[in-house]
């Protein structure tokens, strides 16, 4: 999820490092210059910039599964979204931003399409994409936002259905202005503003809430619709958006039910939010902090909870692209530009190949037996990579380099005969003095430009040197040209010794960047090679090939693992095994057919046509009992017919970016995405596996999608955790990440709600049982539809993780986001429940909490008089005095608080301090209204009227 900036990138960031180093840091300076480097840094090959008040570049792909049935008018109505999207930007930015140029990827099978053929973009890099519909969000735009407030999105996803002629045609009437639509969602992707509305029956951001003033007769509450808009109130009525008749009341929570929504009169002369209220024509700025535009901070929306109440423009105007801020310019064109983009038949590549002393001579001194020589390592991988992964007709070339670049292979069309002379002669690679990382780059750019790809291609970058070459060019010196040539680089450093600016080479040209540890299996750099190929044409979902299992055995006998084939996968079903230091093995395959494997360092694989869902056992022996070095076994299947399979991918919130720890507002979040198509896959095991330098076994935690930060949203499919186990060097640490996957009897496919199947649309003017509004903090309701996954295991690498200064973190107790009321039936009780912080983040136990509470919000937002002043739950207060002691992080938490010691017909405010060893963390804060049970049903709901509640209801604000 790295984007890019157009401004001089680094001139800006260095400017800031400047102030910084001036001046006295603030929280906000800091927060920008981490979002320029998210921002700035990725130069490569269409990278999205802002420059002189035009968004150049946003790159729009379309997914190979999206048929060309519909494809001159598909082209034509992004055309029409996206230039009423650009005019609504200039406005709602009041006069400072607008789109100037836009590129459009067609599907390579898109053939009767007349575009420009581009050399390694893929439908993965699009900042906006278009897929099948979604089961969740139907038809509608939504924004993927796995970051906090000001970070930027992972991209905007559409369905082609809503570009079809039939749709399209009804977008206004069904979603509202077009450009009003686009610039919502662009808000989120761009800047990390959240939406100003609340969604039918969710807990944490309800349709509707209760509002509370104090009077002269005490506590006064009003039932709401949670939008944020310039008007202290807006004409409405409630109905329900299934049934278009009057709404029930939720008996759990006295509440409308959730079924209920605002249906706002037609006269309202609205003007913000844009975030609140998309659809309503006419209502195009953001909310602020002035009078004409004001933004409600007490209200329980999601932008309030992540942006601690900032209104979203104060949160706009703090981006990067809005340095200098100056409203109601008169930019004399905004005039927005298109060029259609299909993918070249195969992306060209060039291997540039580290051969200087270091790569063989590593294993002098070194009191390890089995150390491996880093050259033999290399060889051995890429002669796999051409022998395996290459296929027929993709142009590669193959550069060597020590005091100067030596090209072997000029960028020349594979076949069976360039591919045998190619494995030959990196066979016969010998090392030399010197490591010129510089000029070894230009060899790899030579290359390219001669093969006549001008611009464009993947670079294959294998090294394991810091810069060694007196007078030569380094690698920040050749950079600039890279970048400019549009190549992206795969860099892959052998060891922590490998220069510390390798890194830099994928975080600009939004490439991807690898750590071999020394000491490792070969299934790392096999990963590296086979991460380049993510750069060919995009191809159906059902035509990829997924990875069920990939492990590495050490120093083993023999081994046997199962091997799960589920019922979306059975074709062209692979075995794999990459053998280092093999004796001689006997491999029993899935098919149960047996195989001798006697070459000591080779590959071993094995496919079968067609297998039937069910777990295989896969067994490797060794003949004479001696034990084999390295064994990397992979196993990959496709889909068994046009369902499409489950899919996972994972990374980091710090992507290519060195993550310095010395800076306490830096985490590093690991994510993972689990889908089936676009449908969310929940309740799946996700384990992260870290690797790191001379440690044998990698460190392992669970991700978790239950919406406590970092996760955003729960059980949409993303799954997150903190990694804090850092190794405590303030030197440059290396780490390599991989997520494996694994089906529970809990894990299902989220297909939507069941009165939603055929969906159109998020945030309509009117929902309808066709158009849901989806989603909030979470994506699952009682009415959703899911479907058993049954067994089946996924694995996926993530990349390298470079941390800085990790002896300097000192990181707080994780903050409890998801405070809520709950069991409000009960006669004897009610509840609050949470997911338990840990002392590091969301990790360990903390050392304790308190929940504090009071009749007075307004009393819960300064830190220091909550403790001083408030009262806070004790276990005389709860049936289970347990609950209010600190627990393993990652636990469900359900406090029940005796009832008779609150008064019936008030609201409660609750929030609970987290302690750690020299720091506390506070959570959001939850609104409980108390009431007695049995009166529950017969409450009828009025807009202005004081409600006298007969349950409990519970929401979310944050301050």
């Not at 953001?286 to 209104?311: A, L, W």
């Not at 750590?515 to 060919?536: H, K, M, R, W």
Request: glycine share 8%; with cysteine; charged share 20%.
């Amino acid at each position: 999820g790295t984007k890019t900036l157009g401004f001089s990138g680094s001139l800006l960031i260095q400017d800031i490092r400047d102030l910084l180093a001036t001046s006295v840091l603030s929280l906000q300076l800091i927060r920008m210059l981490r979002v320029l480097q998210t921002l700035i840094l990725v130069s490569g090959a269409f990278a999205l910039k802002f420059t002189n008040h035009g968004y150049e570049d946003v790159l729009v792909t379309i997914s190979p599964d999206v048929p060309p049935t519909e494809a001159l008018t598909t082209i034509a109505n992004i055309e029409s979204w996206l230039k009423e999207g650009s005019d609504v930007l200039y406005q709602s930015s009041r006069r400072w931003a607008y789109i100037r140029s836009v590129k459009i990827l067609i599907p390579a099978t898109w053939t009767n399409i007349s575009a420009t053929s581009v050399d390694g973009i893929v439908y993965e890099d699009g900042d906006i994409r278009i897929n099948t519909k979604s089961g969740v969000y139907g038809n509608s735009p939504f924004t993927v936002q796995t970051g906090g407030c000001g970070d930027p999105g992972e991209y905007i996803q559409l369905s082609d259905e809503l570009f079809s002629r039939l749709t399209y045609g009804k977008l206004n009437e069904t979603y509202g202005p077009p450009g009003q639509v686009f610039v919502h969602e662009w808000a989120k992707y761009r800047y990390g503003v959240f939406e100003e509305h609340g969604y039918p029956g969710d807990e944490k951001y309800p349709m509707f809430y209760y509002k509370a003033e104090w009077t002269s007769e005490g506590q006064k509450n009003t039932i709401l619709p949670t939008f944020c808009t310039d008007a202290a109130s807006v004409n409405y009525k409630m109905e329900n958006m299934f049934t278009g008749g009057s709404c029930g009341t939720d008996q759990n929570t006295g509440m409308p039910d959730k079924n209920c929504i605002p249906v706002l009169d037609k006269n309202n002369t609205i003007k913000s939010s844009i975030m609140a209220i998309p659809y309503l024509d006419g209502n195009v700025q953001f909310c602020d902090d002035q009078e004409t535009y004001i933004h409600r901070s007490d209200i329980p929306t999601k932008h309030n909870d992540m942006c601690q109440g900032r209104s979203t423009f104060n949160v706009i105007k703090s981006h990067p692209d809005f340095v200098g801020y100056n409203p109601n310019n008169k930019i004399p064109d905004t005039t927005t530009y298109f060029e259609i983009l299909r993918p070249a038949a195969s992306s060209s590549f060039v291997m540039v190949l580290d051969a200087s002393l270091s790569m063989s001579d590593n294993c002098k001194n070194n009191p390890n037996p089995n150390c491996q020589v880093r050259l033999n390592r290399m060889k051995q991988s890429v002669k796999r990579w051409l022998t395996y992964d290459v296929d027929n007709g993709i142009p590669l070339g193959v550069v060597h380099f020590n005091r100067n670049p030596t090209t072997l292979l000029p960028l020349t069309v594979i076949d069976d005969k360039v591919r045998k002379d190619t494995i030959e002669k990196v066979d016969k690679l010998n090392t030399g003095s010197y490591t010129c990382l510089g000029s070894a780059l230009r060899g790899g750019l030579k290359v390219l430009t001669d093969g006549n790809v001008k611009h464009g291609g993947v670079m294959l970058f294998l090294t394991d040197g810091e810069f060694a070459c007196q007078g030569g060019e380094t690698i920040s010196k050749v950079l600039p040209d890279v970048v400019k040539q549009g190549v992206r680089v795969i860099a892959v450093a052998f060891s922590d010794k490998a220069d510390k600016e390798i890194i830099k080479l994928a975080e600009q040209t939004n490439g991807k960047a690898y750590f071999i540890p020394d000491d490792s299996g070969p299934e790392v750099i096999n990963t590296a090679l086979q991460a380049s190929l993510t750069y060919q044409p995009s191809v159906k979902s059902t035509e990829a090939d997924v990875i069920i299992f990939e492990k590495t055995f050490r120093s083993m006998k023999n081994f046997s693992v199962d091997v799960q084939i589920d019922k979306m996968l059975g074709k062209n079903v692979t075995v794999q095994i990459d053998f280092t230091g093999n004796p001689g093995s006997k491999i029993m395959l899935l098919d149960n057919t047996g195989k001798s494997f006697n070459t000591s360092d080779g590959v071993f694989q094995h496919t079968d046509p067609a297998l039937e869902p069910g777990s295989y056992g896969l067994t490797v022996n060794t003949f004479n009992g001696k034990p084999i070095s390295f064994a990397s076994v992979k196993v990959t299947s496709r889909a068994r017919g046009e369902t499409i399979p489950i899919t996972t991918r994972c990374w980091t919130n710090v992507g290519n970016s060195k993550a310095d720890l010395s800076n306490s507002n830096q985490k590093i979040a690991v994510i993972a995405e689990v889908l089936q198509g676009v449908n969310p896959v929940i309740g799946a095991r996700v384990i992260a596996n870290i690797e790191r330098e001379g440690v044998p076994e990698p460190l392992t935690f669970q991700l978790l999608d239950t919406g406590s930060e970092p996760d955003n949203v729960a059980d949409d499919g993303l799954y997150a955790r903190y990694f804090t186990n850092f190794d405590p060097n303030k030197d440059l640490t290396r780490y390599t990440l991989k997520c494996q996957v694994e089906g529970t009897d809990d894990s299902n496919i989220n297909q939507g709600f069941l009165n939603t199947r055929h969906s159109q649309k998020s945030l309509p003017s009117h929902p309808t049982a066709g158009s849901p509004i989806c989603c909030g903090s979470s994506t699952l309701r009682s009415d959703s539809s899911i479907y058993p996954t049954g067994d089946f295991s996924r694995s996926t690498a993530g990349g390298l993780i470079e941390v800085l200064n990790a002896n300097n973190v000192k990181y707080p107790p994780g903050r409890i986001t998801n405070l809520r009321g709950t069991e409000n039936q009960n006669p004897n009780y009610f509840g609050l429940s949470f997911t338990s912080p840990g002392l590091v983040l969301d990790s360990g136990i903390a050392n304790g909490m308190r929940v504090y509470y009071t009749l007075n919000s307004t009393l819960l937002t300064d830190q220091d008089q909550i403790i001083n002043n408030l009262p806070f739950l004790v276990p005389e207060d709860v049936q289970n005095g347990g609950s209010l002691a600190a627990q393993e992080a990652g636990t469900q938490i359900s406090i029940r608080i005796l009832r008779d010691k609150f008064d019936y017909g008030k609201q409660y405010f609750f929030r609970i301090v987290t302690f750690g060893d020299s720091f506390k963390t506070w959570s959001n804060i939850a609104r409980v209204f108390i009431q007695t049970p049995s009166q529950s049903a017969g409450v009828s709901l009025h807009c202005t009227a004081v409600l006298w509640l007969i349950s409990l209801v519970s929401f979310l604000i944050t301050h």
